[in-house]
């Protein structure tokens, strides 16, 4: 009986607003622990700062028990990547490699504990499982960019080498400058010193571009936000079926019903 009254404090304590806004903020006071350490500071500040950077661990390690602790079906905690990933972080963050061949590593661990503010964060969780569930269909359009790419480098490869062969040697040092020309880096030095040699290589300068930062580019923004929309939607009839509300999917099917009735 104690320990499901306990269950249930901790349960409510992890859905508990400023018990997140807790954890946010020592999230963020880890990267500034984590930025610190990349100056050269006194000792006596890298002391404290080693003595932050424990506190830190050790409350990682106790939010992530308590989540733990407050679940209701300890089985399905692990069921979720987040608590998989925050989990993972925090256990190799308490091997002690700072003194060792393995102090990189344990440097970079450091790093991603960072990350951990997209586990904590609702809206962070949505952009990233967006992107997530985006990327089979980024793959076409960077595939379809790629062969562009590799098209145009090819003739710029072909005519323009002796112009500047440090730009166009070879088909891959030209596609280095098609991303420059595309992220609009000087571009436009690149495009008139071969036009002082061919005078209409602005219609290969101006095309690929039109196809790769605007076409593409408005490609990949689309797909975006259709995924997210389609998340933010699957969200909302999650929490109205949570709240006990009608769902759309109810309206349509009792939609459905009615149209049959009619027909009969």
């Known amino acids: 009986m104690r320990y499901d009254s306990l269950q249930t404090g901790l349960y409510s304590l992890r859905a508990n607003k400023l018990f997140e806004l807790t954890v946010v903020s020592v999230i963020l006071l880890s990267a500034l622990v984590i930025g610190a350490k990349t100056y050269s500071i006194s000792p006596t500040f890298m002391v404290l700062v080693g003595w932050l950077d424990i ?18 079906r300890k089985w399905r905690f692990f069921n979720n990547p987040w608590n998989l990933f925050d989990t993972i972080i925090v256990v190799v963050s308490l091997i002690p490699v700072e003194d060792s061949e393995l102090a990189l590593i344990g440097r970079l661990i450091r790093i991603f504990r960072v990350l951990r503010m997209v586990s904590i964060v609702p809206e962070l969780r949505l952009l990233l499982n967006s992107l997530l569930k985006a990327m089979p269909q980024l793959g076409y359009v960077i595939l379809l960019m790629f062969i562009i790419f590799y098209i145009y480098a090819a003739v710029g490869a072909s005519f323009f080498a002796e112009i500047n062969p440090s730009l166009w040697q070879d088909i891959s040092i030209s ?16 495009m008139y ?30 797909i975006v936000v259709n995924v997210m929309e389609n998340e933010h939607s699957k969200e909302r009839e999650a929490e109205a079926i949570a709240n006990g509300d009608v769902t759309l999917d109810d309206l349509k099917q009792e939609l459905a019903e009615i149209k049959a009735l009619l027909r009969k």
């Open 55 to 72: 506190a830190i661990t050790v409350f990682f390690l106790l939010e992530i028990s308590f989540r733990f602790m407050g679940e209701p």
């Open 175 to 190: 596609m280095l400058t098609l991303f420059r020309v595309m992220t609009f880096e000087d571009w436009t030095d690149v």
């Open 193 to 222: 010193e071969v036009m002082e040699v061919y005078g209409y290589a602005w219609v290969y300068f101006l095309s690929f571009i039109f196809l790769t930062t605007f076409a593409f580019l408005n490609m990949v923004i689309g």
